[in-house]
């Protein structure tokens, strides 16, 4: 019952969170010329797709050594400035004294970008614990003679693991389809009469989440969206001219999927001119030429069928053990009276985290967002996880509900709304919480790891300033923690929208690495 009337609120509060209310810019802007800068560091911007050419005078990080919470209003407003147009958000604040250090349009509704993902980590860590996992599931759907003949299909059960792939998540670890293959070998299946079905009944939303870009849409950072997604959902088509005609292959190796080979032979050619595409059934259509003298050809393709590729990886690897599989692959749920033979467990979800935040990931965000919501006994899907994460962070973070709406959990989407104070109050509860530590370390290091490796090298924030990054054509955000010169422990929401991103990431970067020279 709760969960239908925080369903029904969320319904009637969408429209003020997609369309934030304009408000003041805040303070004039004032022009810091203090004697207490300290330096000049020119760093190297991470190319984070969709992205767009840095300005020639963008890259100087020129940070101070604030004395005071004057100072440093009057220097951090001078470094907001450095954006000659856009909207920003800042909130910072004092965990060890509890007070605001400085804030600007700490309540308007902003794009976070990949900033999101703060919010979706809490979440599944608030759900699953640190140690979580997802099982993904082979269940027999008829009967299992003794001579190891199923009369009947394989049922492929997805959990939304996003770690399922075509190699092992660790080195020395099983590869996940090689796995569960080899243990329904060991259960005595030896032919299927059937085929692989792959059931994603998981998630009930469609595979692109409201609001993203259409142009994102064939990028390998806008995989589609299922509880049974495999290798990310990309894909290898390997193209090769074998005499008259052009051979296909695939990596991750899979089988029992429709395919159109419309790809001609060239004579006396070392060209090649290959299209990919993939219909709204999953039948993968490969045409063009390639010539008779060409090397291979290799295409990444987005899987727009996830569902189908996940259930041909399993019966590649089942004919590979040596059973045999009558059937092609399709997409279909799993009867109530399946039998299961065999599961695969990911990671911790202390594991699933750290590389979601340290690289950025928005497949895996996308399916932990939806795990959460399934987690509940609700369906996975978007609107379900923005409703229990508005309830989560108002019950733990005291955040109010409005503050936030997910369209995603990535941060891709146009939709996606947050203001700088709801992120510092849950980055202020994370602190506190259990599994607190597990994101915090999650995070990427200014100046050594992951997308801050080549930012705010040689400042005081190198090494000190933790926090997680966002990037759009339209968006450059960072929140986390860094630690100021006299040992105050500082939490802060930096979020710009604009069309001058690049001289916005230049100023987060100034103004990190003040915060970490500040001193009172």
Known sequence: ??????????????????????????????????????????????????????????????????????????????????????????????????????????????????????????????????????????????????????????????????????????????????????????????????????????FLDGHVPDGWRTRYLQASYAARVSALSFNENKMTIIVRANGGHADLSFQPAVSGMPVVNDVKITPSSKGSHIGVRQDSTGRLVISGWIGAQSAQRDYQVMVEGPELFAAGALRAALVAQGVTVDGPVRVGATPTDAVALAKFDSPSLEKIVTQMNGESNNHFAELLFRDAASSVGAPGSAENGNILLRRFLYEKAAVAPTSVFAADGSGLSTLDRVTPRAMVQLLGYVRKAPWGPVLEQSLPVAGETETLRHRMRATPAMGNLHAKTGTTNDVASLGGYVTAKNGEQLVFSFIYNGKDRWRAKEAMDAMGSTLASFSR
């Open 1 to 202: 019952m709760i969960f239908q009337l925080l369903l029904a609120a969320s319904v009637a509060l969408h429209s003020a969170a997609e369309t934030p209310k304009k408000k003041a810019l805040g303070p004039k802007k004032r022009v810091a010329t203090h004697s207490r800068v300290q330096g000049t560091k020119s760093v190297q911007n991470a190319k984070l797709a969709p992205s767009k050419t840095a300005p020639a005078s963008a890259g100087a990080i020129h940070w101070t050594t604030p004395k005071g919470r004057i100072d440093l209003s009057d220097d951090l407003s001078s470094m907001l400035a450095r954006a000659k147009s856009g909207k920003w958000g800042v909130l910072i604040v004092s965990l060890s004294n509890g007070d605001t250090l400085f804030e600007r349009n700490a309540d308007q509704q902003l794009l976070p970008a990949s900033t999101m993902k703060l919010f979706t980590s809490s979440l599944a860590l608030d759900r699953f614990g640190a140690e979580g996992k997802f099982v993904t599931v082979v269940l027999r759907a008829g009967s299992l003679s003794s001579g190891g003949t199923l009369h009947g299909d394989l049922m492929l059960r997805g959990a939304g693991d996003p770690t399922l792939n075509g190699k092992a998540f660790e080195p020395g670890g099983d590869a996940p389809m090689e796995a569960l293959a080899r243990q329904i070998a060991a259960a005595g299946v030896k032919h299927v009469t059937g085929g692989v079905v792959g059931d994603a009944s998981a």
